[in-house]
């Protein structure tokens, strides 16, 4: 799939770029999985307080898993760009970043930065919304290239 002729449209800043079907079914699974531990662990009645106490942290602990793994955005603004990754966050200038790199294969985008290092940003994951990660991809690209350095990058898809 190609850009069109005029390159994909910048929008309104800012903007948030996240996995939100990922993030969805994370969130859906990790309250279904508390729910029903924490159901078992009461209608148990041979457990103890001690034991069912500990059913329901380990299914908060598995909820806070997942909650961790659904928390990768990347939001662009008029200054530049927070890449919200499981744990870390990082805030680039435009002029940071010379290339958005999404290819065929990879598991989210990669972002080329001056200082001759490469940042992924989870937030833009082809997992189960391919279409939409490249579209996400190809406008944070566009961003970069009009507001910064950003040089012509390779977004494939396949």
Do not use: C, H, Y
């Amino acid at each position: 799939m190609t850009a069109s002729a005029s390159g994909p449209q910048t929008p309104t800043l800012p903007v948030t770029f996240r996995p939100t079907r990922t993030r969805v079914v994370l969130l859906s699974v990790g309250l279904a999985m508390f729910v029903v531990i924490t159901v078992v662990a009461l209608a148990l009645e041979k457990l103890s307080p001690a034991e069912r106490t500990s059913f329901v942290f380990v299914a908060l602990l598995f909820f806070g898993v997942l909650a961790l793994l659904s928390r990768p955005k990347v939001v662009a603004d008029e200054t530049g760009v927070t890449v919200v990754n499981l744990t870390r966050t990082r805030r680039l200038a435009w002029a940071e970043i010379l290339r958005v790199n999404l290819r065929a294969g990879d598991p989210w985008v990669f972002l080329d930065l001056s200082d001759g290092t490469s940042l992924p940003a989870l937030g833009i994951q082809p997992g189960i919304a391919k279409e939409q990660a490249i579209r996400d991809a190809r406008t944070l690209r566009a961003l970069a290239e009009s507001r910064g350095t950003g040089a012509d990058a390779g977004t494939e898809n396949g």
